[in-house]
Protein backbone atom coordinates (compact mmCIF):
# COMPACT_ATOMS: atom_id res chain seq x y z
CA UNK A 1 0.00 0.00 0.00
CA UNK A 2 1.32 3.54 -1.43
CA UNK A 3 -0.24 5.25 1.72
CA UNK A 4 -1.56 9.05 1.31
CA UNK A 5 0.30 10.34 -1.97
CA UNK A 6 1.00 14.13 -1.79
CA UNK A 7 2.17 16.62 -4.72
CA UNK A 8 4.36 18.47 -4.56
CA UNK A 9 6.51 18.12 -1.70
CA UNK A 10 7.64 21.08 -2.07
CA UNK A 11 6.45 24.62 -3.51
CA UNK A 12 8.05 28.01 -3.71
CA UNK A 13 6.04 30.38 -5.37
CA UNK A 14 4.87 34.43 -5.55
CA UNK A 15 2.63 36.28 -4.22
CA UNK A 16 -0.29 36.78 -6.28
CA UNK A 17 -0.05 33.30 -8.06
CA UNK A 18 -2.04 30.62 -8.02
CA UNK A 19 -1.24 27.26 -6.34
CA UNK A 20 -3.00 23.56 -6.60
CA UNK A 21 -1.94 20.70 -3.94
CA UNK A 22 -2.84 17.54 -5.16
CA UNK A 23 -3.56 14.35 -2.80
CA UNK A 24 -4.62 11.01 -3.58
CA UNK A 25 -6.41 9.56 -0.25
CA UNK A 26 -6.23 5.55 0.33
CA UNK A 27 -7.63 3.41 -1.36
CA UNK A 28 -10.75 1.91 -0.55
CA UNK A 29 -10.69 4.98 2.40
CA UNK A 30 -14.48 7.07 2.34
CA UNK A 31 -12.79 10.15 3.90
CA UNK A 32 -10.35 12.84 3.05
CA UNK A 33 -9.14 15.64 5.20
CA UNK A 34 -6.74 18.49 4.44
CA UNK A 35 -5.09 20.43 7.21
CA UNK A 36 -2.64 23.19 7.45
CA UNK A 37 -0.03 23.56 9.88
CA UNK A 38 2.08 26.29 10.87
CA UNK A 39 4.41 27.07 13.74
CA UNK A 40 1.84 29.73 14.92
CA UNK A 41 -1.37 28.14 14.49
CA UNK A 42 -0.47 24.09 15.12
CA UNK A 43 -2.24 21.93 13.03
CA UNK A 44 -5.70 23.00 11.34
CA UNK A 45 -8.15 21.29 9.95
CA UNK A 46 -8.75 23.06 7.07
CA UNK A 47 -11.69 21.45 5.09
CA UNK A 48 -13.36 17.28 4.74
CA UNK A 49 -14.79 14.74 2.35
CA UNK A 50 -17.21 12.16 3.11
CA UNK A 51 -17.74 9.52 -0.31
CA UNK A 52 -16.41 13.00 -2.55
CA UNK A 53 -18.90 15.57 -0.68
CA UNK A 54 -17.84 17.81 1.38
CA UNK A 55 -19.14 17.66 4.99
CA UNK A 56 -17.44 20.85 6.62
CA UNK A 57 -14.89 23.73 5.26
CA UNK A 58 -15.72 25.75 8.17
CA UNK A 59 -11.63 25.92 8.55
CA UNK A 60 -10.96 27.61 5.32
CA UNK A 61 -9.69 30.56 6.06
CA UNK A 62 -11.24 32.64 3.10
CA UNK A 63 -12.14 32.26 -0.52
CA UNK A 64 -8.93 32.47 -1.93
CA UNK A 65 -9.25 28.83 -0.64
CA UNK A 66 -11.02 26.21 -2.27
CA UNK A 67 -11.25 22.23 -2.76
CA UNK A 68 -11.91 19.61 -5.13
CA UNK A 69 -12.93 15.92 -5.05
CA UNK A 70 -13.51 14.81 -8.55
CA UNK A 71 -13.58 11.56 -7.70
CA UNK A 72 -12.68 8.86 -4.69
CA UNK A 73 -8.81 8.83 -5.67
CA UNK A 74 -8.14 12.36 -6.12
CA UNK A 75 -8.38 16.01 -4.28
CA UNK A 76 -7.00 19.27 -5.07
CA UNK A 77 -6.89 22.36 -2.87
CA UNK A 78 -6.53 25.76 -4.68
CA UNK A 79 -5.34 29.31 -3.16
CA UNK A 80 -6.03 31.83 -5.78
CA UNK A 81 -4.23 34.32 -4.96
CA UNK A 82 -1.76 33.21 -2.87
CA UNK A 83 0.07 35.49 -0.25
CA UNK A 84 2.76 35.31 2.20
CA UNK A 85 0.86 34.26 5.51
CA UNK A 86 -0.67 31.52 3.67
CA UNK A 87 3.50 29.13 3.50
CA UNK A 88 2.82 26.62 5.73
CA UNK A 89 2.81 22.46 5.46
CA UNK A 90 -0.32 21.37 3.84
CA UNK A 91 -1.32 17.55 5.01
CA UNK A 92 -3.50 15.50 3.03
CA UNK A 93 -5.03 12.51 5.20
CA UNK A 94 -7.61 10.12 4.72
CA UNK A 95 -9.80 7.79 6.34
CA UNK A 96 -12.43 4.51 6.08
CA UNK A 97 -14.62 6.16 7.75
CA UNK A 98 -15.29 10.12 8.88
CA UNK A 99 -14.28 9.30 12.44
CA UNK A 100 -11.56 7.01 12.31
CA UNK A 101 -8.27 6.50 12.29
CA UNK A 102 -6.93 9.04 9.76
CA UNK A 103 -3.73 8.11 7.59
CA UNK A 104 -1.62 11.08 6.82
CA UNK A 105 0.24 11.93 3.59
CA UNK A 106 3.68 13.24 3.47
CA UNK A 107 3.00 17.02 3.31
CA UNK A 108 3.35 19.38 0.85
CA UNK A 109 5.76 22.47 2.21
CA UNK A 110 4.33 25.89 0.59
CA UNK A 111 6.68 29.41 0.77
CA UNK A 112 4.59 32.07 -0.96
CA UNK A 113 7.23 34.96 -1.09
CA UNK B 1 4.98 43.60 15.70
CA UNK B 2 6.48 40.53 17.11
CA UNK B 3 5.35 36.82 15.77
CA UNK B 4 4.72 34.49 18.60
CA UNK B 5 5.02 30.58 17.57
CA UNK B 6 2.67 28.63 18.99
CA UNK B 7 4.34 27.28 22.70
CA UNK B 8 4.71 23.41 22.32
CA UNK B 9 4.85 21.95 25.70
CA UNK B 10 8.28 20.32 25.57
CA UNK B 11 9.22 16.71 27.49
CA UNK B 12 13.35 16.38 27.74
CA UNK B 13 14.12 12.65 28.80
CA UNK B 14 17.24 10.58 29.32
CA UNK B 15 17.75 7.80 26.79
CA UNK B 16 16.87 4.99 28.46
CA UNK B 17 14.33 6.18 31.03
CA UNK B 18 10.18 6.22 30.25
CA UNK B 19 8.25 9.13 28.96
CA UNK B 20 5.13 10.01 29.88
CA UNK B 21 3.11 12.31 27.82
CA UNK B 22 0.12 13.99 28.85
CA UNK B 23 -3.30 15.42 27.31
CA UNK B 24 -6.17 16.65 28.71
CA UNK B 25 -9.42 16.50 26.96
CA UNK B 26 -13.07 18.16 27.78
CA UNK B 27 -15.64 16.66 26.14
CA UNK B 28 -17.35 14.04 28.17
CA UNK B 29 -18.92 12.59 25.09
CA UNK B 30 -15.69 11.43 23.18
CA UNK B 31 -15.40 7.75 22.75
CA UNK B 32 -11.86 7.10 20.84
CA UNK B 33 -8.46 8.79 21.24
CA UNK B 34 -5.39 8.20 19.19
CA UNK B 35 -1.98 9.27 19.80
CA UNK B 36 0.35 9.96 17.13
CA UNK B 37 3.70 11.12 16.59
CA UNK B 38 5.27 13.43 13.99
CA UNK B 39 8.81 13.76 12.57
CA UNK B 40 10.61 16.52 11.91
CA UNK B 41 9.55 16.78 7.71
CA UNK B 42 6.78 14.09 7.89
CA UNK B 43 3.14 13.63 8.30
CA UNK B 44 1.41 12.39 11.78
CA UNK B 45 2.06 8.77 12.41
CA UNK B 46 -0.61 6.74 13.77
CA UNK B 47 1.09 5.04 17.29
CA UNK B 48 -2.09 3.69 19.43
CA UNK B 49 -5.21 4.24 20.20
CA UNK B 50 -7.99 3.35 22.62
CA UNK B 51 -11.83 3.35 22.96
CA UNK B 52 -14.08 4.62 25.68
CA UNK B 53 -14.53 1.42 27.30
CA UNK B 54 -11.02 0.62 28.02
CA UNK B 55 -9.04 2.31 30.62
CA UNK B 56 -5.41 0.73 29.42
CA UNK B 57 -3.92 -0.37 26.16
CA UNK B 58 -0.90 -1.87 25.75
CA UNK B 59 1.61 -1.78 22.43
CA UNK B 60 5.40 -2.72 21.48
CA UNK B 61 7.04 -0.10 24.02
CA UNK B 62 3.63 2.04 24.66
CA UNK B 63 0.98 2.12 26.90
CA UNK B 64 -2.09 4.59 26.69
CA UNK B 65 -3.72 5.09 29.62
CA UNK B 66 -6.98 6.61 29.68
CA UNK B 67 -8.69 8.10 33.02
CA UNK B 68 -12.68 9.13 31.62
CA UNK B 69 -13.81 10.42 35.16
CA UNK B 70 -11.24 12.80 34.75
CA UNK B 71 -10.60 13.49 31.25
CA UNK B 72 -6.84 12.61 31.08
CA UNK B 73 -4.93 10.80 28.31
CA UNK B 74 -1.61 9.76 29.07
CA UNK B 75 1.43 7.55 26.36
CA UNK B 76 3.68 6.43 27.84
CA UNK B 77 6.60 5.12 26.42
CA UNK B 78 9.11 2.54 27.98
CA UNK B 79 13.11 2.57 27.49
CA UNK B 80 13.09 5.84 25.53
CA UNK B 81 15.17 5.87 22.16
CA UNK B 82 16.48 8.78 20.27
CA UNK B 83 14.46 7.93 17.32
CA UNK B 84 11.41 8.76 19.96
CA UNK B 85 11.78 12.36 19.37
CA UNK B 86 9.20 14.01 17.76
CA UNK B 87 6.05 15.89 18.81
CA UNK B 88 2.98 13.81 19.98
CA UNK B 89 -0.43 14.64 19.28
CA UNK B 90 -3.63 13.14 20.80
CA UNK B 91 -6.74 13.10 18.88
CA UNK B 92 -10.32 12.45 19.99
CA UNK B 93 -13.31 11.22 18.06
CA UNK B 94 -16.56 13.37 20.19
CA UNK B 95 -18.82 11.03 19.55
CA UNK B 96 -21.42 10.59 16.21
CA UNK B 97 -20.06 11.15 12.84
CA UNK B 98 -17.27 13.48 13.30
CA UNK B 99 -13.77 13.86 12.33
CA UNK B 100 -10.88 13.45 15.23
CA UNK B 101 -10.07 16.70 16.98
CA UNK B 102 -6.12 17.07 17.50
CA UNK B 103 -4.90 18.56 20.19
CA UNK B 104 -1.69 20.98 20.08
CA UNK B 105 1.08 18.82 20.71
CA UNK B 106 4.16 17.65 22.63
CA UNK B 107 7.68 18.07 21.78
CA UNK B 108 9.73 14.80 23.38
CA UNK B 109 13.46 15.48 23.29
CA UNK B 110 15.15 12.38 23.94
CA UNK B 111 18.98 13.45 25.55
CA UNK B 112 21.76 10.96 24.17
Known amino acids: DAGVIQSPRHEVTEMGQEVTLRCKPISGHNSLFWYRQTMMRGLELLIY????????DSGMPEDRFSAKMPNASFSTLKIQPSEPRDSAVYFC???????????FGPGTRLTVL | GESVGLHLPTLSVQEGDNSIINCAYS??????FIWYKQESGKGPQFIID?????DKRQGQRVTVLLNKTVKHLSLQIAATQPGDSAVYFCAENRGGNTPLVFGKGTRLSVIA
Open chain 1, 93 to 103: ASSLTGYNEQF
Open chain 2, 50 to 54: IRSNM
Open chain 2, 27 to 32: NSASDY
Open chain 1, 49 to 56: FNNNVPID
